[in-house]
T-cell receptor, first 116, second 113 residues
Framework: GAVVSQHPSRVICKSGTSVKIECRSL??????MFWYRQFPKKSLMLMAT?????????EQGVEKDKFLINHASLTLSTLTVTSAHPEDSSFYIC????????????FGEGSRLTVL | AQSVTQPDIHITVSEGASLELRCNYS??????LFWYVQSPGQGLQLLLK??????LVQGIKGFEAEFKRSQSSFNLRKPSVHWSDAAEYFC???????????FGTGTRLTIIP
């Protein structure tokens, strides 16, 4: 099946610094990827839709200047949390539409961000 | 707007017992429905999906789900749970227009010996 990989799986950073999380589709091309945020014991909240070669589409309430998304190639999307604060600490998960389309999404392993 | 409701936040089942996790959806047309499982600190793994056709769908790890349009439900079942099934389970529906997935709030499954 289609494989999506995220890196890093865990990252700890100081408040005020920026952190980049990568999402790669390993065995297929993904023109569209999605970034989710998951709070403890909560469901997944869609943050933005990442489109290869164009600007990301952000959900209402998500700060696009804080969460920078770049989909530079058909296999890579990156999420950069800029000027991170402790409240940005969360589990971030990416997903990509599978090669067969039809609404099926494949998820990365997730990235745990802790901001001190 | 589409929505998914998982009424049970936490379910505890004895190993070997049967399991049913509830999911109700709200969507204007015929939905595409999914069940995902998430182990602690991990991403999501697709258990099964319903697109059309047979309303009883089989998935991985011995799970199945039944789509009932009259009840707007897509409940997940397993006849005999294993300790390794302990995890968080999410039901989801996809919006055809933008392929965005809407998740339920999840059901945490605990297995007791």
């Amino acid at each position: 099946g289609a494989v999506v990989s995220q890196h890093p799986s865990r990252v700890i950073c100081k408040s005020g610094t920026s952190v980049k999380i990568e999402c790669r589709s390993l065995d297929f091309q993904a023109t569209t990827m999605f970034w989710y945020r998951q709070f403890p014991k909560k469901s997944l909240m869609l943050m933005a839709t990442s489109n290869e070669g164009s600007k990301a589409t952000y959900e209402q309430g998500v700060e696009k200047d804080k969460f920078l998304i770049n989909h530079a190639s058909l296999t890579l999307s990156t999420l950069t949390v800029t000027s991170a604060h402790p409240e940005d600490s969360s589990f971030y998960i990416c997903s990509a539409r599978g090669p067969s389309g039809a609404g099926e999404l494949f998820f990365g392993e997730g990235s745990r961000l802790t901001v001190l | 707007a589409q929505s998914v409701t998982q009424p049970d936040i936490h379910i505890t089942v004895s190993e070997g017992a049967s399991l049913e996790l509830r999911c109700n959806y709200s969507y204007g047309a015929t939905p595409y429905l999914f069940w995902y499982v998430q182990s602690p600190g991990q991403g999501l793994q697709l258990l099964l999906k319903y697109f059309s056709g047979d309303t009883l769908v089989q998935g991985i790890k011995g799970f199945e789900a039944e789509f009932k349009r009259s009840q707007s439900s897509f409940n997940l079942r397993k006849p005999s749970v294993h300790w390794s099934d302990a995890a968080e389970y999410f039901c989801a529906v996809v919006n055809f227009g933008n392929e965005k997935l809407t998740f339920g709030t999840g059901t945490r499954l605990t297995i007791i010996p």
